[in-house]
């Protein structure tokens, strides 16, 4: 299965990369939403992650595909799924994923003009690969 993840405070929650992550969902790929978020049931409001789950909503993105670390690493839930690359502003949790996640490319959307090429480029390579 193409897998691909994607942070979502100031990364999904951008309509270009909503677009991308949209387009990627109607191309046939599991797109998942990974974020250090707490969780509903953890949240202080039971209305937390609305903004969230409508981007969500709008993009096609399976809420079963949607894991809140509630604050921990996100390289911890990323190690051995198999996802193609991970998007995400925070250049600790890119490090980190660069570090422990055999397979999966840490892309960051912070401040680089040319994310969506290295998605697309980490996807072609996958693609190539298997």
Known sequence: MKKVS?????????PK???????????GFEVWIVTTRLSSEKAPSARWNDDLFATATRCGIDFKHIHFTNGADKWGFLQDK????????DFVELKMIQRNVKGTVAISS????KWKIKCEKAITKYLESN
């Open 6 to 14: 994607f942070d979502f405070d100031s990364t999904l929650d951008r």
């Open 17 to 27: 990369i909503e677009e991308f992550a949209k387009s990627l969902v109607d191309d």
């Open 82 to 89: 198999q996802f193609i690359f991970h998007i995400d502003d």
């Open 110 to 113: 912070w401040a680089n003009p």
